[in-house]
């Protein structure tokens, strides 16, 4: 069974960093693509960014473009977004989410971790 457990939420200033982490275990799939979507209250979920478990090739939402990056570290099976110069509107809850391919993975993913809440204020 797949599972995905972020880490790394919290309260920080507007041009501050945080990175967020996904520890995830149970895959059997050959090829997968893993990242991060976001949700405001009162906004619609926004697919922030992932990356391809085949090559590594990334996505990026062009809202977080240049000040977002997405990694990985195959032997800790744990994919990292790096959020650099925050701004109020990053505010959300971010989740980790996973599915076999892209198309799938942008129209809503088949596995999600719990989510952690990111505060930019203030």
């Known amino acids: 069974q797949v599972q995905l457990v972020e880490s790394g939420g919290g309260l920080v200033q507007p041009g501050g960093s945080l990175r967020l982490s996904c520890a995830a275990s149970?895959?059997?799939?050959?090829?997968?693509?893993i990242g991060w979507f976001r949700q405001a209250p009162g906004k619609e979920r926004e697919g922030v960014s992932c990356i391809s478990s085949a090559d590594g090739t990334t996505y990026y939402a062009d809202s977080v473009k240049g000040r977002f990056t997405i990694s990985r570290d195959k032997a800790k099976n744990t994919v990292y977004l790096q959020m650099n110069n925050l701004k109020p509107e990053d505010t959300a809850v971010y989740y980790c989410a996973t599915d076999s391919t892209l198309s799938s993975w942008y129209l809503g993913a088949r596995y999600w971790g719990q989510g952690t809440q990111v505060t930019v204020s203030s």
């Open positions: 149970g895959f059997t799939l050959d090829y997968y693509v």
